[in-house]
């Protein structure tokens, strides 16, 4: 058990705090008196920091105590368990959920702290309104869900306006019809954009448009190579051979007269004609002999062969010149352009090839009239660039009956084609917004299911499961009804509080309706009975535990000091040790009477009281005996006569400080015994008949001074303490003389 106090520091009024080696060890039972604001609460919040061995109010809290098992200080835990009852455990246990239409009352620390887990979650939920911005994780997931929504919408859009663009280009298909899903299953398989150029969807627009045409025969030269090579070798050779003759030089200068003299003879021996033809004169013998011997065999034979060659070379010519091209009109439309700009370099090609033909011919034919001269080629037939062009022409041709022949697969590839360049104009805001939608789902996810990396992200259906569990531990973990409102009728001697189960704690009732405005008084009774029977848990060895209880009756009416006393008696009696604080007078003989006639065998018992004193200009309290004077009165009216009748100033604040509040509580009574009514103190002492300015004097005294104003203490207080208590007590005796004179006989009385 504790047996004293050995030292104090840095807790409020106790400050460097020595224990009086002369004080008595603390026993079994405890009574500490001392006035409202001595420090009695303070003194409770020591013995509450035990069990952790630190106070969360003063955090630079030191201490040292005396054990029956050693020396205990600050930073070390006790290990005896205690309960404190004061204004913390009030404020820690009992909790109204306010504006509500039926507030719910909160019992237990534990209940308490639950209701706070649940606050801070539904916060956390539904948003702090005390910050600005805290819109809370329903309202942001609400949110997303309809980004997530606008976004899903304008992506419909999208492929809803481009369904209407694919379906309208690709009408050709027959009984097409392409909706919004279509896109969408399309897009889907649309890995890259695909955009095609201008030229390439005109012509696929064109191949959806166009009617099926037929196949086209193409440009067919064959061997035009191999015989031009022919004919190039045949003239070289040609060209080259030379005829053994007489020569008629007039002949041979002139070549036209050559033809005309050679197709003359021949003419005349096939006529067997004497004279010529011509001027009808006979032919001499020798000329028809000279012109044979010119126009010999092999001469003939050359020309024969020249002959033969020069028909080989206009057969050349007739089949250039006969080969033909169709009309652009017979092709495809996206066809025509190219079609018609490779025909027109057809056209030229083969106009200079015929033209190459003609030149190289009558190089051929002059060989005739030059059958004894060798002579050299010196001309060519070049057929490449007639080749290239047919080549390129019947390319055009190839590609426009591959399409005849695929002209049903041609259609669906322009389709598909189309499709996807339409699909490609929307891919990157389509790719956009599935992105954001990516990402909103991910935040939406993390809202609802939590951060798997962050145990603290639970997310809203954790939350939503931690306050319905919560929430449960409560209804499950509370006092029985039935206990609390038999406990408390006892506290209070009347049963008009009843309390009822609700969800997440009580409702309270003032007869039969829900209570609203409960009294400080009635607030104080509820945390002390629901703190009597919280001594009686299973956790709590009531009789191996210590039990610190401060001011039960603390705003309670006069009617239930009896009851309060006999319900703290009970609750604490099987303690192992109580310290029992109390500022009441009253409460305080009911405790004196009880425990004076306890025995000492069943741990004894000790009476202090805290006293206030000045120290380098501070107030400090210190705990000491109790006075003799408050142990011999039996009530307070005498008591506060006696320490006024006996007052004198040695004139220091210390000797002074306490009695105003002593000199207001005298005065209360004593009105109160001359004018028994609900007027206030001031309307009261205006119906004394005393001097006007000493009951100004008494009144300013009584009623500035004995409350906290903050502006420190004044030295005037010493002269104004003394002058004013004589004022006082002279009021009284000549107000009321043998009220007055009975006071005193029976202070005397309790002296002797």
Request: charged content about 30%; overall charge neutral; hydrophobic content about 35%.
């Amino acid at each position: 058990m504790i047996n004293k106090i050995s030292k104090i520091k840095n807790l409020g009024i106790f400050d460097s705090y020595q224990w009086n080696s002369n004080l008595p060890d603390f026993k079994r039972f405890n009574l500490i008196y001392g006035w409202n604001g001595s420090g009695k609460t303070t003194l409770s919040q020591l013995f509450a920091s035990f069990p952790n061995g630190k106070s969360e109010t003063y955090a630079e809290l030191e201490y040292k105590i005396q054990t029956s098992d050693g020396d205990l200080t600050h930073g070390n835990t006790f290990n005896k368990q205690i309960r404190v009852f004061n204004q913390d455990y009030i404020s820690e246990n009992i909790d109204i959920l306010a504006g509500k239409a039926k507030p719910i009352f909160i019992l237990g620390k534990e209940n308490k702290e639950l209701v706070e887990a649940i606050k801070n979650d539904e916060k956390i939920l539904h948003g702090d309104p005390e910050k600005k911005d805290d819109i809370g994780k329903l309202k942001k997931l609400e949110q997303k869900k309809n980004e997530i929504d606008q976004k899903e919408v304008e992506k419909g859009k999208c492929f809803t306006d481009i369904a209407k663009i694919i379906s309208s280009n690709t009408s050709g298909v027959s009984a097409r019809n392409y909706r919004k899903n279509n896109a969408e299953q399309a897009f889907a398989k649309l890995q890259t954009k695909q955009l095609q150029s201008e030229e390439k969807i005109n012509n696929y627009l064109l191949t959806l448009k166009q009617i099926e045409k037929p196949v086209l025969n193409e440009i067919i030269i064959n061997n035009i190579k191999e015989k031009v090579k022919s004919i190039i070798l045949k003239s070289k050779i040609l060209l080259k051979r030379t005829v053994e003759t007489v020569i008629i030089e007039r002949l041979k200068k002139n070549v036209n007269i050559s033809k005309w003299v050679e197709q003359g003879l021949e003419l005349h021996i096939i006529e067997k004609s004497t004279n010529c033809e011509f001027c009808n004169q006979p032919l001499p013998k020798e000329r028809i002999s000279d012109l044979l011997a010119f126009f010999n065999d092999a001469d003939k034979k050359l020309k024969d062969e020249i002959d033969i060659l020069l028909s080989e070379i206009d057969e050349l010519y007739d089949t250039i010149k006969n080969l033909n091209i169709f009309d652009k009109a017979n092709l495809y439309d996206e066809l025509q352009e190219n079609y018609l700009l490779k025909t027109s370099n057809f056209n030229i090609c083969k106009t200079d090839l015929l033209n190459s033909i003609l030149i190289f011919k009558e190089i051929i034919k002059n060989k005739k009239s030059n059958t004894t001269d060798s002579l050299e080629l010196n001309v060519n037939i070049d057929t490449e660039s007639i080749i290239s062009a047919i080549t390129s022409v019947n390319s055009e041709i190839n590609s426009h009956n591959k399409k005849t022949n695929n002209f049903t697969k041609a259609k669906e590839e322009a389709t598909t084609k189309l499709e996807n360049h339409y699909l490609s104009e929307i891919f990157d805001d389509v790719k956009l917004l599935e992105s954001n939608i990516k990402i909103l789902k991910e935040e939406i996810n993390l809202l609802e299911k939590g951060n798997p990396k962050d145990s603290n992200d639970i997310g809203i259906e954790g939350i939503q499961k931690r306050i319905i569990e919560n929430k449960n531990k409560i209804s499950t973990s509370g006092t029985a009804c039935e206990e609390i409102n038999n406990q408390l009728k006892t506290f209070l001697g009347r049963d008009e509080l009843a309390f009822e189960v609700a969800e997440q704690g009580y409702l309270i009732k003032r007869k039969g309706r829900i209570a609203k405005n409960l009294s400080e008084g009635e607030k104080t009774a509820i945390a002390f009975v629901y703190f009597t029977i919280h001594l009686k848990d299973h956790d709590f060895k009531i009789s191996d535990g210590i039990v610190v209880v401060d001011d039960p009756i603390c705003s309670l009416d006069a009617n239930s000091l009896f009851q309060a006393f006999a319900f703290l008696k009970n609750a604490v009696k099987e303690s192992a040790q109580v310290f029992i604080l109390t500022h009441n007078f009253d409460f305080l003989k009911l405790l004196l009477d009880w425990l004076k006639r306890y025995p000492n065998n069943q741990g004894g018992k000790e009476f202090y009281m805290i006293k206030n004193l000045f120290s380098n200009g501070n107030r400090i309290a210190i705990l000491d005996y109790l006075d003799e004077l408050l142990k011999n009165y039996e009530n307070e009216y005498q008591y506060l006569f006696k320490v006024l009748s006996d007052f004198k100033s040695d004139g220091t604040i210390a000797s002074v400080y306490h009695i105003p509040n002593i000199a207001r509580k005298l005065l209360e009574n004593f009105l109160m015994i001359m004018c028994p009514n609900c007027e206030n103190i001031y309307k009261k002492l205006e119906s004394i008949k005393f001097d006007e300015n000493k009951k100004t004097a008494i009144y300013k005294f009584t009623n500035d001074q004995s409350h906290m104003t903050g502006k420190g203490f004044e030295p005037s207080l010493v002269q104004e303490s003394q002058k004013n208590v004589e004022y006082l007590l002279d009021m009284m005796n000549s107000a009321f003389p043998k009220h007055y004179k009975i006071l005193q006989e029976s202070v005397v009385g309790n002296q002797s």
